[in-house]
């Protein structure tokens, strides 16, 4: 009951008990269907080991070991909400190459519908290899084609949505910058049919076109995306207020959600002051794919009858989880609910 009575005195005597959060999260979760639709990757780690340094350039020569790889990008994001409970369905764009094959086959390994992607002529699947030695990487090399979609892959994005639309509580628009929404109007798109049936939108996104995002209930920047698409750097508190008050402003979201690394994360919603939840502090492995984990978790909260608030405090606590764990990780629901009881 001391968690109980620290979380309510946080946020008032309105927030769910412990005991009825843990409720909704074990017997909804499960219940939800979810399309993330974004830039779909690969994350793929060449690992080794290092003795010494190459006689021919000042560089360490890495002793394979072997090769892994993972879903990546938003593809992830399908990871976690899966990982949690949740049902998903995957769009986006990937090649019929060697690891667009095998991205398609490993998510629907892991029980996720692949019905939504599309191939795309002359359009490579994008892929991150890490090289690393004892969980430090030393050298990172992208594969990518961050050219725009065309009009007709689009469009039948948009029918995926179209034709599930009855069956989805939410749509998660995963932008890492890599070409699917390239034209901001596709965004729109999206966030109308959205807003048309009913269907929660939640978007992360590095682009600066804030403005494509009006109507979504959360949009989820992290520091350096705030600065980026508002053009103020953050140094203190005040800086960070002027800076998550002009994006709510310019992307007319619902609420805006700051990923902030070890200082927690903060949301901004119209006609109320900044909220913070500070970091749990743990022993940190690897920060890759916290982001979404954070949108995966609240996402699901929302869709599941929670407030902003009670589902940023979840979110909160998967990502003290996903960041202990190396490499891209997911975060399972008895986990999360593990990590709720601990406080």
Not at 21 to 33: A, H, L, P
Not at 63 to 70: D, I, P, S, T
Not at 80 to 101: F, K, T
Not at 242 to 261: D, P
Request: hydrophobic residues 40%; neutral net charge; aromatic residues 4%.
């Amino acid at each position: 009951m001391q968690a109980e009575a620290f979380i309510i005195k946080l946020l008032g005597t309105e927030i769910k008990t412990i005991m009825e959060i843990k409720k909704i999260i074990k017997e909804n979760f499960d219940k939800k269907k979810i399309l993330v639709i974004g830039d779909l990757m690969v994350d793929e780690y060449i690992l080794g080991s290092v003795s010494r340094i190459s006689p021919e350039a000042p560089v360490p020569i890495l002793n394979y070991k072997g090769r892994e790889k993972n879903a990546g990008g938003a593809a992830n994001v399908a990871l976690n909400i899966n990982a949690l409970g949740g049902g998903v369905i995957m769009a986006g764009v990937a090649a019929e190459d060697e690891n667009g094959q095998w991205l398609r086959r490993f998510l629907h390994d892991n029980g996720i519908d692949t019905s939504g992607i599309v191939e795309e002529k002359n359009k490579r699947t994008t892929v991150k290899t890490r090289f690393a030695t004892k969980g430090q990487q030393l050298l990172r090399m992208d594969w990518e084609d961050n050219r725009g979609i065309m009009t007709d892959t689009r469009q039948r994005l948009l029918e995926c949505i179209a034709l599930r639309v009855k069956e989805l509580n939410g749509v998660v628009i995963s932008d890492y910058c890599k070409g699917v929404f390239a034209d901001a109007d596709f965004v729109k798109e999206i966030i109308k049919l959205c807003s048309d049936n009913g269907i929660i939108i939640a978007i992360d996104s590095k682009s600066r076109n804030i403005e494509a995002f009006a109507g979504a209930d959360f949009v989820k920047p992290n520091n350096l995306e705030l600065e980026n698409a508002v053009s103020i750097k953050i140094t203190d508190d005040a800086s960070l207020d002027e800076a998550g008050a002009k994006y709510l402003r310019l992307s007319r979201a619902k609420n805006v959600i700051v990923t902030r690394g070890a200082n927690g994360i903060s949301i901004f919603s119209p006609g109320n002051k900044r909220r913070d939840y500070a970091s749990r502090a743990i022993q940190v492995f690897d920060v890759t794919g916290a982001g979404d984990t954070v949108i995966s978790a609240v996402t699901l909260g929302l869709t599941s009858g929670l407030s902003i608030d009670e589902s940023v405090m979840l979110a909160n606590a998967a990502a003290g989880i996903v960041i202990g764990k190396r490499g891209t990780a997911v975060v399972s629901m008895e986990e999360l609910l593990k990590k709720i009881d601990e406080g």
